[in-house]
């Protein structure tokens, strides 16, 4: 009966290896359609490495979980430790986690650095339950906007007052983007913390209300994609769903005029 | 068994026979000569206690400091009462420190009136408190009216409370020094004390930093 | 002061037999206290289990109909008309309340204030805690805390719904969400007090621990369970003041009108909120503060869930392995490493939050480093089995689990310590495999590990050893099979808190994989229906147990089962080596006890050589 369980426990975990190396090695991230490949890279090197220490110390687990079993007559080994596996182990698995930290940090120094010169300006509002997506329009500047405007007509309070209004492109839900400019893109929030998430293009930054925060990438592919919300925000929280799509940069104008006109 | 630790007030280091005085913890086992940290265990959660309120007072100082520094800051200008209350408390601590001494000092007699000075001095804050709750509402400072005025309410409001706390403490110190429970010659105020100067200390410290930092 | 230990001791008190009402309902007696704690725990964990199971029918099939549910749980379920379509509103009430009770008062109480409080007096030769009355007086403190939290399911707009997180404005402004009306303020009620039950706790645990130690009994003598309490209470104490201080700050936001969290210009359903002044009625808050405050006091909780768990497991594999702990004294660091580290990390929660991108790198720094002793304990783990010898009983399988969640769960962490990986993994359910099997499976499967292991010393009896093993079996496989492939759609970009994920296209395809999960759930959560009838069973027919049924080398071995008036009948006895003496070829038994003094030839051998590093 003792034999059963260690037997069993060994065979659930190699059953365990087995199938998460197998499940792990599909493809599930959401096609990459940004300039964000970093981020896939690094996804990549994480489940490497941690794969072969997870495979590796499962392994032993099952092994010994089954090979050092009471057989009621021997004792087991005395000794109980060893300064220089100890320290070996330690300083490998500091040496791992000091490499993960280098890359991590000269990745996020990356993607949170200042935008291109030529970046192109988008501002996105969440509201309970919708995306308002706005385009500075000819003039390239965003027109001033003012909370205690805000209504039903004018769910993000702009101010028609100021000149750079007037050519300001308002969608609903929907975002249009030309391929291969970057974008930089002001996250804003009218009442709750919402997150702007964009699944394929590795792009997620909570919208909160009362701050304004820039982040951005660049579309590398055409295509119609998904806007997620990633935060909590009340109960119509799962229906927060916008899209996004990306056209030739030759046919973005007409692409965001007849998204407006809809 | 059980209540004998709160009961029976113990100096530190008074007795290494056992640590818990007659409590359930102390017979037996330790204190028969081992060199390890050795305090009276009320006293030392006592401490203990002090160090969780000291990191909730941090909580709110950091978020004090955050708000602060916001360009929308307007402070608010304190009424005088305020620092009259918080000279009273002070006097409340010198006064608890007075009979304190007495104590130790087999001054028995002695301790009564101060120990009552102690008390009326804090009710007396507590109420002075309350009046400068009113004085700012009569002037239109509402808590939700500036941050600088939401802390104010908060910090003394949080502050108020566990000085309410400290005067029922009072309470049962007053009771048990009529009944004449305190030994002379030892130090039986002492932990009531530790905690009625830390309010004072507390408070101080809050004025600073909602006035004078 | 002279007194009399061993007259004091056993009947010789002079107590009459305690009514029925001091003895078992107010007692001060830390055993019954404990046990109060943990079968009051097993309670929330019931309530709180039934809203998982709920939540994992609503992700498996959203828009299906379930007239019986509706039935049961009428405001929940559009009932209106024969529809049993759950309501998006009280899925958010199910998530949050899921978590709340889970977090706070099953994991917390159950491992912290329900073993800590029947071991530490046994594991530190004491006769109780330092303060008993305090101890009861934690304990119908939490029960109110229990109440209040219960009764916010029954309040007009129902419980809180905002994330057990709480995050504002969503849970101070009453408007942007049913659940934060009353319900919201009745879960910060139920917050405080349990954050007050759990300083008094935290008091009485570092002040026993640091004070009242049996003679002999140094700090490295101490087993693995003890340093786990006591580093547990210390970051209770440190790091819950920070969470109390939000709470209270989220109150006056909620019912006095003040701005701590909630910034200028908030605009509820195109409705400006406004004073009577016409301005706006809150202005220059931060929502961020509120974040740094909860993930300050949230981080160390996670070690707080945790801790004892991997304290159990070392005690239990050495038992059950019949050898000595693997590197002691670093399993002791690694568990002060793991506790301090905890302080500087809270931020890994809020890389995407909106917070400066340096502070950002600040925290990312800590969390990778924090595998670095993780993987220590791990690695000590391993080396421990390694020329053992191990009888199977149950305590191991579930030691073994802790170890095996250990590692899958600790890995998904190095994912998510790097800022930007988290960019697409944060808030999907990539973050809910790591935690649950990490931290919730780590713990759950600590207690039942725990449970019986120690269960002699709760009530003189044994468990059920075939039934454990069956019930270990059951949930360890189906623990596995609903988080494990979590880990699968969260990459895939599955959202957290989600009522209808399928109304995402790219999300559609994760289906079968949700009700593959929900059937692993429903079979999880039935399963546990084995550990019930083995506890309650075994609590009042098992078999009796002996004072050391395991030949292990505790000091609680070392009395009755359950112990006696007082834990030990007569003087408490010393201390005098470590408590992983296993294996030792010189000794005639495989183990010698904490109490057994040295020997000649031990003597002999510190004389000539200095301490052997055995007897620590």
């Not at chain 3, 996670?302 to 304290?311: D, E, K, Q, S, T």
């Not at chain 3, 000595?324 to 905890?342: D, Q």
């Amino acid at each position: 009966m003792g034999k059963l369980q260690g037997l069993l426990f060994a065979l659930a975990t190699v059953v365990l290896v087995a199938l998460a190396t197998y499940y792990f090695t599909h493809p599930w991230l959401p096609p990459l359609k940004s300039d964000r490949g970093a981020i896939d890279h690094a996804i990549w090197l994480s489940l490497v490495v941690t794969g072969a220490v997870f495979i590796l110390t499962n392994l032993l687990l099952a092994y010994f979980s089954w090979r050092y079993q009471d057989d009621g007559q021997t004792r087991a080994a005395y000794w109980h430790h060893n300064p220089s596996l100890e320290w070996a182990w330690t300083l490998v698995t500091a040496a791992i986690m000091c490499t993960f930290l280098f890359k991590a940090l000269s990745l996020w120094a990356g993607i949170t650095s200042d935008p291109p010169a030529d970046a192109m300006l988008v501002e996105v509002t969440g509201q309970q339950f919708a995306w308002n997506v706005r385009y500075p329009g000819p003039d390239g500047m965003l027109g001033r906007t003012d909370h205690l405007l805000a209504s039903q007509e004018n769910p993000i309070g702009l101010d028609k007052s100021d000149p750079h209004s007037a050519d300001d492109v308002l969608l609903l839900n929907q975002m249009v983007l030309p391929q291969d400019r970057p974008v930089r893109v002001q996250i804003r929030s009218m009442d709750v913390i919402h997150s702007f998430f964009l699944p394929n293009f590795r792009v997620k930054q909570d919208a909160v209300p009362g701050m304004t925060v820039q982040i951005w990438f660049t579309p590398t592919d055409t295509g119609d994609f998904e806007i997620a919300c990633a935060e909590h925000c009340g109960l119509g929280h799962y229906r927060m769903r916008g899209q996004i799509h990306i056209v030739p940069p030759g046919a973005f104008d007409k692409a965001l005029t007849d998204a407006a006109a809809q | 068994m059980s209540t004998e630790v709160l009961r029976k007030p113990r100096g530190p280091g008074l007795d290494r026979g056992g640590p818990g005085g007659d409590g359930p913890g102390g017979e037996g086992g330790h204190g028969r000569g081992e060199p390890e940290l050795f305090y009276d265990p009320a006293r030392f959660g006592l401490w203990l206690f002090l160090g969780t309120l000291t990191m909730m007072f941090i909580g709110f100082t950091s978020a004090y400091m955050v708000r602060r520094l916001s360009p929308d800051w307007a402070p608010l200008k304190p009424p005088g009462l305020l620092w009259a209350n918080t000279a009273v408390l002070l006097l409340s601590s010198g006064a608890l420190e007075a009979a304190r001494r007495r104590l130790r000092g087999w001054n028995v007699a002695g301790v009564g009136p101060w120990l009552l000075t102690t008390g009326v001095l804090g009710v007396l804050f507590l109420a002075g408190q309350l009046m400068a709750w009113k004085v700012l509402v009569a002037r239109g400072y509402f808590v939700g009216s500036s941050p600088h005025n939401s802390f104010f309410y908060l910090l003394s409001g949080v502050h108020g409370v566990h000085l309410v706390g400290g005067l029922i403490w009072f309470a049962v110190v007053l009771v048990k020094a009529r009944r004449l429970a305190y030994t002379p010659g030892e130090d039986g105020l002492g932990m009531f004390a530790i905690y009625w100067h830390f309010l004072a200390g507390l408070w101080v410290y809050l004025m600073f930093l909602l006035f004078v930092f | 002061m002279a007194h009399a230990p061993e007259a004091h001791a056993g009947a010789a008190h002079g107590h009459a037999e305690e009514a029925f009402i001091w003895k078992y309902v107010f007692s001060k007696n830390h055993r019954i206290i404990g046990i109060q704690y943990y079968v009051t725990a097993m309670v929330m964990a019931l309530v709180a289990g039934l809203l998982a199971m709920l939540i994992r029918l609503q992700l498996a099939w959203p828009q299906k109909d379930w007239a019986f549910l509706a039935k049961i749980f009428p405001m929940g379920y559009d009932a209106g008309g024969g529809f049993g379509v759950m309501r998006p509103e009280f899925y958010a009430m199910l998530f949050t309340m899921h978590g709340t009770i889970m977090v706070f008062f099953v994991l917390s109480t159950a491992p912290v204030s329900g073993f800590g409080n029947l071991l530490i007096p046994l594991q530190t030769g004491a006769r109780d805690m330092a303060f008993p009355f305090l101890n009861g007086l934690s304990f119908w403190t939490f029960l109110v805390g229990c109440v209040v939290i219960l009764t916010s399911f029954f309040v007009g707009a129902g419980a809180a719904a905002g994330g057990w997180t709480a995050y504002p404005p969503l849970s101070a402004l009453k408007g942007a969400v049913p659940g934060s009306e009353t319900g919201q303020t009745l879960w910060i009620v139920g917050m405080v007090f349990f954050i007050a039950s759990f300083t008094m706790g935290g008091l009485n645990f570092v002040t026993t621990i640091i004070n009242l130690r049996t003679k002999g009994l140094t700090p490295l003598r101490m087993p693995m369970t003890l340093w786990a309490m006591f580093l547990v209470a210390v970051l209770g104490l440190l790091a819950f003041p920070a969470l109390i201080a939000a709470c209270i700050m989220l109150i006056f936001d909620r019912h006095f009108g003040t701005s701590f969290f909630l910034p200028t210009g908030l605009v509820l359903n195109n409705v400006p909120i406004l004073g009577p002044d016409g301005k706006f009625l809150h202005q220059g808050g931060s929502p961020l503060l509120w974040q740094h405050l909860f993930w300050f006091l949230g981080h160390p909780e996670v070690y707080i869930l945790m801790l004892p768990a991997l304290g159990f497991t070392s005690d239990i594999l050495a038992t059950f392995a019949r050898k000595p702990l693997f590197g002691y004294k670093s399993m002791v660091g690694a568990m002060w490493a793991i506790g301090g580290l905890s302080f500087i990390v809270w931020g890994h929660h809020m890389f995407v939050s909106g917070m400066n991108p340096y502070l950002a790198m600040a925290f990312a720094v800590g969390t990778i480093l924090i595998a670095v002793p993780s993987a220590v304990k791990t690695f000590n783990w391993l080396a421990t089995m390694r020329d053992a010898r191990m009888r199977y009983k149950t305590p191991l399988l579930w030691a073994l689990g802790v170890v095996s969640l250990f590692i899958s769960g600790g890995l998904s962490g190095v994912w998510l310590a790097q800022s930007a990986p988290d960019i697409q993994l944060h808030d999907t359910m990539f973050v809910a495999a790591h935690f649950h099997l990490i931290m919730a499976g780590a713990a759950l499967f600590g207690v039942f590990g725990a449970t019986t292991y120690w269960f002699p010393k709760m009530f003189g009896r044994m468990m059920n050893d075939t039934l454990g093993k069956a019930h270990f079996w059951f949930t360890f496989v189906a623990y596995y099979c609903v988080f494990f492939p979590m880990h699968y759609i969260g990459i895939a970009g599955h959202m957290r808190r989600i009522y209808d994920p399928y109304q995402y296209e790219f999300l559609k395809p994760l289906q079968p994989i949700n009700e593959f999960i929900t059937i692993a759930a429903l079979v999880l959560g039935a399963s546990q229906i084995l550990f019930f009838v083995n506890f309650f069973w075994s609590a009042f027919a098992g078999k009796k147990a002996e004072a050391n049924p395991w030949e292990a080398n505790g000091l609680e071995w070392t009395t009755a089962s359950p112990p006696p008036h007082g834990n030990w009948p007569g003087e408490i006895p010393a201390v005098h080596r470590w408590p992983y003496e296993y294996a030792n070829p010189a000794f005639p038994k495989d183990y010698v006890m904490q109490t057994e003094p040295l020997t000649e030839s031990e003597l002999k051998l510190i004389a000539a050589e200095g301490p052997t590093g055995h007897e620590h």
